[in-house]
């Protein structure tokens, strides 16, 4: 059974700083795009960052120049290094993966279960 687990959020200050960490475990064959969304309350669910297999990230407009994803492909683990946070960023973070279970499969998109990143004085 495949699981997407997200660690690394907490309550933060304005201009504080977090890691967000999320960890592809199970049987799988491949991991493809890796993605960062985002939901506030009462708001729909966004997207904020997209990582390629070869690292390359691209970011919602409103968090570039103050977040920045990355991607360890031998653990099968995809980052974001939150920094300059501000009280809008508060939201649940979830992390999306392409991922194919075997060579003969085809590719599904998987979610984590969210963490709380809340950016308040």
């Known amino acids: 059974q495949v699981q997407l687990v997200e660690s690394g959020g907490g309550l933060v200050q304005p201009g504080g700083s977090l890691r967000l960490s999320c960890v592809v475990s199970?049987?799988?064959?491949?991991?493809?795009?890796m993605d960062w969304y985002r939901q506030a309350p009462g708001k729909r669910r966004e997207l904020v960052a997209s990582?390629?297999?070869?690292?390359?990230?691209n970011y919602v407009l409103s968090v570039k120049g103050r977040f920045t994803g990355a991607r360890d492909n031998a653990k099968n683990t995809v980052y974001l290094q939150m920094n300059s946070l501000k009280p809008e960023d508060t939201a649940v973070y979830y992390c999306?993966?392409?991922?194919?279970?075997?060579?003969?499969?085809?590719?599904?998109?998987?979610w984590g279960q969210g963490t709380q990143v809340t950016v308040s004085s």
């Open positions: 990582i390629t297999t070869e690292g390359m990230a």
């Open positions: 199970g049987s799988i064959f491949r991991v493809y795009a």
């Open positions: 999306n993966a392409e991922i194919q279970l075997s060579s003969g499969s085809g590719v599904n998109n998987y």
